[in-house]
């Protein structure tokens, strides 16, 4: 008999926004005539930006003509948006990038769990707790992990916590770790990582031979100018980081399936015999294998984004989801709660009321307010007594929200 991959066996539950969904039917079939709001799951609801719309649609005019169909492109990504790519995300920030260390790809999500395919099984895994889900259940799927324990944390794994206490920004650890995912501006806590901190992380890996997992899918949304919207920002990032970026927040693709990965030259891992590997040629290698390529129509709207109307146009929809972000700390902090982020990221985490659990919080805020948000809990341990609220409704839903949760209390 065919035996399974027994590694997914020692995953706890389902994936949390699944979770969270079927919570959601379960209260509406029996309410119907609830009307309720997410602020749940990050999911945009601006429509995308006009300049995009029109670079798409001319693609789709490209695919319909004979001298102008394109079939299979490039695995790595089309030049037109490579290019622009290095050119407005990095350069205009002091970042240097050749065109081969730039991967495009249909999401960020899936880049960060395939990421893993470069790297051993014996390598120790670190992550943030709170933690987006994706970084930790991809390497329980891999066998990189034993089993759960009571506190649903896996054997293998160091966990780093992010409490207010250290403002949501994790320590190095003191334990020898050898792949480490970093998110800033942070889902789900929403903070950000000031350049010193950066300098810190990046010191430590290339002291300890480590290499960081940099997700850097929100940094559209840093308002502070003195956060780094990139790690290689930081010097010799490079020798030690992959970053990770997306269109899916920062211009409405979360519909459309565009992101891309940064494997820098220089960066390099062990083979068992000791020899340094560069792990470029090998994520290229993957990558040609593995995939075929994000649509054509999906890198043209992309390159959009980079243009003198595209840059305005998704200017002004990320406007509008932080200034729901401002309304909903506001909000909250009026009704007493203790809320963090919303400042440089979408994403605003709560404290939940003395003795109120994440999930019992959840169910709450659904029944009393008709309001959808995500369980701290579902993010890791340290989460449990929080609970994370998106920015990314419309902002005349954020108001009613904020309205219907201020006579629920």
Not at 14 to 31: H, M, S, T, W
Not at 77 to 100: H, P, T, W
Not at 346 to 364: E, L, M, R
Request: glycine content about 8%.
């Amino acid at each position: 008999m065919t035996k399974i991959n027994e590694n997914f066996l020692k995953l706890q539950a389902g994936y949390l926004f699944p979770e969270v969904a079927r919570r959601v039917r379960a209260y509406q079939a029996k309410n119907p005539e609830a009307k309720i709001i997410s602020l749940g799951i990050g999911d945009v609801t601006q429509p995308l930006p006009p300049a995009i719309i029109e670079a798409m649609q001319k693609a789709v005019e490209d695919m319909a003509g004979a001298n102008t169909f394109r079939g299979y492109g490039p695995e790595q990504g089309y030049d037109f948006l490579i290019e622009a790519i290095i050119e407005n995300d990095f350069k205009s920030r002091g970042v240097d990038l050749d065109k081969s260390e730039v991967f495009i790809s249909d999401g960020a999500k899936c880049d960060t769990a395939n990421i893993q395919e470069m790297f051993g099984l014996d390598n120790i895994v670190a992550v943030t707790d709170p933690v987006y889900p994706v970084y930790v259940d991809s390497s329980v799927m891999a066998g990189r992990t034993g089993q759960a324990n009571e506190k649903g944390q896996y054997d293998k794994i160091v966990y780093m916590p992010c409490t207010a206490e250290n403002n949501f920004i994790p320590e190095p650890p003191t334990t020898p770790v050898d792949i480490i995912y970093l998110c800033f501006p942070n889902n789900p806590t929403g903070a950000a990582a000031a350049k010193e901190t950066l300098s810190e992380w990046v010191d430590f890996a290339r002291r300890t031979g480590a290499i960081i997992l940099f997700d850097a899918a929100y940094e559209a949304f840093i308002t502070n100018p003195d956060i780094p919207h990139s790690i290689y920002e930081i010097d010799g990032a490079k020798e030690v980081a992959i970053e990770f970026r997306s269109f899916s927040k920062t211009a409405g693709f979360t519909g459309v399936r565009c992101a891309f990965t940064v494997v820098p030259r220089q960066l390099t891992a062990a083979a068992s015999n000791g020899r340094a590997v560069e792990v470029n040629p090998l994520w290229n290698r993957r990558h040609s294998t593995k995939f075929n390529g994000a649509s054509y129509v999906s890198q043209a709207g992309a390159a959009a984004v980079y243009t003198p109307e595209g840059r305005k146009q998704t200017r002004q929809i990320i406007d509008i989801y932080m200034a729901n972000a401002a309304l909903i700390r506001k909000s909250l902090t009026k009704l007493g709660y203790k809320a963090y982020g919303g400042v440089n990221a979408p994403y605003i985490w709560v404290k939940t009321p003395a003795g109120v659990g994440s999930w019992d919080f959840f169910d709450q805020l659904l029944q009393k307010a008709n309001v959808v948000g995500t369980p701290g809990a579902g993010f890791g341990p340290a989460g449990e007594g929080y609970f994370r609220l998106t920015a990314f409704a419309t902002p005349a839903n954020v108001k009613e929200a904020m309205q219907r949760i201020a006579n629920s209390v």
